[in-house]
């Protein structure tokens, strides 16, 4: 089955600093992958799409110039927090889709902890 | 906005019942209704994919139905076992915007 990468698994940082989280696609071309926020106990919430070689789109209320999406291949995009704060910490979670089909297939999610 | 909604919230049940899990939503249109497992701090598992136009899918102990017209989607499991255990969440995939829009989750164990 497709197999999605997400990298780190866990991550702590300093308040003000920047992280950057990895999403492959590691058997198959990701024309399409998005990025989805838990915080505990609730649902996933989408942040943004991303089409390869394209500009994201971000939800309503998504800082764009706070969580910078680049997806510059078909197998790999990355999120970056910039300047985290506290409030940022959360479960971070990417998938990818294929042309053509309708599934989404999903990373094993990142914990992010700024203190 | 679509909205999607999961009862209950939480369930207890012991090794060997069949339990149902239950999931609405408020605008019909949509593409598909997903299933998905999904283990403390881990990513998603997808369970069972239903299209718009089907009523219902099965894999092992799963049968999931959906009822498109009435915005409901009931997950059957039957005769639990302890490795269920987990959080369930329904997500629909809507006519527009091609968005999964996921429900709260069902946190589900089943003990031995």
């Known amino acids: 089955g497709a197999v999605v990468s997400q990298h780190p698994s866990w991550v702590i940082c300093k308040s003000g600093t920047s992280v950057k989280i990895e999403c492959r696609s590691l058997?198959?071309?990701?024309?399409?992958m998005f990025w989805y926020r838990q915080f505990p106990k609730q649902s996933l919430m989408l942040m943004a799409t991303?089409?390869?070689?394209?500009?994201?789109?971000?939800e309503q209320g998504v800082e764009k110039d706070k969580f910078l999406i680049n997806h510059a291949s078909l197998t790999l995009s990355t999120l970056t927090v910039t300047s985290a704060h506290p409030e940022d910490s959360s479960f971070y979670i990417c998938?990818?889709?294929?042309?053509?089909?309708?599934?989404?297939?999903f990373g094993a999610g990142t914990r992010l902890s700024v203190l | 906005k679509q909205e999607v909604t999961q009862i209950p919230a939480a369930l207890s049940v012991p090794e060997g019942e069949n339990l149902v899990l239950n999931c609405s939503f408020t605008?019909?249109?949509?593409?598909?209704l997903q299933w998905f497992r999904q283990d403390p701090g881990k990513g998603l598992t997808s369970l069972l994919l239903?299209?718009?136009?089907?009523r219902e899918q099965t894999s092992g102990r799963l049968n999931a139905s959906l009822d498109k017209s009435s915005g409901r989607s009931t997950l059957y499991i039957a005769a639990s076992q302890p490795g269920d255990s987990a959080t369930y969440l329904c997500?629909?995939?809507?006519?527009?915007?091609?968005?999964?829009?996921f429900g709260a989750g069902t946190i589900l164990r089943v003990k031995s």
């Open positions: 998938s990818a889709r294929t042309g053509g089909t309708d599934i989404q297939y």
């Open positions: 058997d198959f071309q990701a024309t399409t």
């Open positions: 991303s089409n390869e070689g394209s500009k994201a789109t971000y």
């Open positions: 605008d019909s249109a949509i593409y598909n």
């Open positions: 239903i299209q718009s136009s089907q």
């Open positions: 997500a629909v995939t809507s006519l527009s915007g091609n968005k999964l829009v």
